[in-house]
């Protein structure tokens, strides 16, 4: 006959219980407690002793201070629906690494189909469908960072918050181009759908970019002539190519893609565009990004400008 267990002691609980919660930032699920030998009795005895705080209905903390940033994550998921729960949007982006954007609140997003109660601190977001490898299930819960960018665009606050959170991502190294290109096409949001592909595209710098022929042909549309391109300026560290240039209004345009933005690419731009400055003639830049955001502020910068340097040389 087997001889039963010695009944483990609570000391041995707490110590497994705390070991387990090293691995989600001090907190446990109450299934995870009940896994270590917890049960609800010894979680209120605890909290009674001050020893252990409970964050809603799912989540007790080890210690009685603040969530960390992970912990709050991990609260989220169990929360709303532990196991179906996915970290989303911009928290899925913070948790990849990205670093330069602040939003203090838990993302998640779960089926449309799944039913929720609002939880202090979380936002929940409901999705028709999830792509068969779009979340990370090893740690915590979390789609891949191209996926959760292009939603994090969908429900932005504007146009502008969208582009921003699209771009950063690549430009951090959390994800290629080419994955947000994809991602733009797969994820459908209720929001931009015509806008997040273009922009995506842009980022990507691929064929299907915006590029100085559209800044061109919007040129010509508002009445100023056809500028030359690819004009070529010999400046004292070596040679220049300006995309668009008006040679009658000392004017030129440069389209930038979003690889301007990276590396050493603005050093180099800004040494190019003070140079031709020294010969008197004007540079504007027009990033494709903002482009998409704004056209119409960009045309009158560009049509003021030719106007204005033309009456000027003709005085």
């Not at 005895?45 to 209905?57: C, D, I, Q």
């Not at 590396?263 to 482009?291: F, S």
Request: hydrophobic letters at 45%; glycine letters at 10%; aromatic letters at 4%.
């Amino acid at each position: 006959m087997r001889t039963p267990s010695p009944p483990v002691s609570v000391a041995e609980r707490r110590r497994r219980a705390r070991g387990l919660a090293s691995d989600h930032d001090g907190v446990l699920s109450r299934s995870l407690l009940r896994s270590v030998g917890v049960d609800h009795r010894m979680v209120r005895r605890e909290v009674a002793a001050e020893r252990w705080a409970l964050h809603g209905v799912q989540t007790v903390a080890m210690t009685t201070g603040p969530l960390g940033d992970l912990a709050r994550r991990w609260r989220g998921v169990w929360e709303v629906a532990a196991g179906v729960t996915a970290v989303d949007g911009v928290t899925a982006l913070q948790h990849a690494g990205m670093v330069g954007y602040d939003d203090e609140q838990v993302h998640v997003s779960v089926r449309h189909t799944t039913e929720v109660v609002p939880v202090e601190g979380v936002t929940i977001h409901k999705v028709a469908r999830r792509g068969g490898d779009e979340v990370v299930r090893a740690g915590l819960p979390r789609t891949r960072p191209a996926v959760a960018a292009v939603r994090a665009a969908h429900w932005a606050v504007s146009d502008r918050q969208a582009a921003l959170l699209l771009a950063m991502p690549v430009q951090q190294r959390l994800c290629t181009g080419e994955q947000l290109v994809a991602a733009a096409r797969e994820v459908r949001g209720r929001t931009r759908r015509a806008l997040i592909p273009l922009l995506a595209g842009d980022i990507a710098g691929g064929s299907h970019s915006l590029g100085e022929l559209d800044v061109v042909a919007a040129c010509r549309r508002r009445g100023l002539p056809a500028p030359a391109r690819q004009q070529v300026r010999h400046l004292p560290n070596g040679r220049a190519y300006l995309d668009m240039a008006w040679p009658e209004a000392k004017l030129a345009v440069e389209v930038d893609g979003a690889g301007h933005t990276w590396g050493l690419a603005p050093h180099d731009d800004a040494l190019r565009q003070n140079a031709v400055l020294l010969g008197d003639e004007l540079v504007l830049r027009v990033p494709v990004i903002g482009w998409r955001l704004t056209p119409d502020a960009y045309l009158d910068q560009i049509c003021d400008a030719y106007r204005s340097r033309l009456a000027l040389g003709s005085r």
